[in-house]
């Protein structure tokens, strides 16, 4: 059984920073191409970042280049996403994705697995 495990949201303020971290259990994780994705109540879930299997190429949402850096460690089965400089309007739920294989890293369907999702709240 596939799971994905997000944590480290919380409540930040402006110009602040935070890591999340998701661990994966079910799966051989350094097979998959991990993403991080976010979601606003009335939108549609948004691509982030994205990381390849051996993490030599990432992939950002233009609003996040910058700031925020996605990584991964497969001994601990974990992909992380560093934030930094928040801005209000990154206020979302953050959920980490697992696929393999990845054509677009953008795309929601590309991804099999997704975790439960962490609340990520900037305050101004």
């Known amino acids: 059984q596939v799971q994905l495990v997000e944590s480290g949201g919380g409540l930040v303020q402006a110009g602040g920073s935070l890591r999340l971290s998701c661990e994966a259990s079910?799966?051989?994780?350094?097979?998959?191409?991990m993403g991080w994705f976010r979601q606003t109540p009335g939108k549609e879930r948004e691509f982030v970042a994205h990381?390849?299997?051996?993490?030599?190429?990432?992939t950002y949402l233009d609003s996040v280049k910058g700031r925020f850096t996605i990584s991964r460690d497969n001994a601990k089965n974990t992909v992380y996403l560093q934030m930094n400089s928040l801005k209000p309007e990154d206020t979302a739920v953050y959920y980490c994705?697992?696929?393999?294989?990845?054509?677009?890293?953008?795309?929601?369907?590309?991804?099999?697995?997704w975790g439960q999702g962490t609340q990520v709240t900037v305050s101004s």
């Open positions: 994705a697992a696929g393999a294989p990845i054509i677009l890293a953008r795309i929601l369907r590309e991804y099999g697995y």
């Open positions: 079910g799966l051989t994780f350094s097979s998959y191409n």
């Open positions: 990381i390849t299997t051996s993490g030599g190429t990432t």
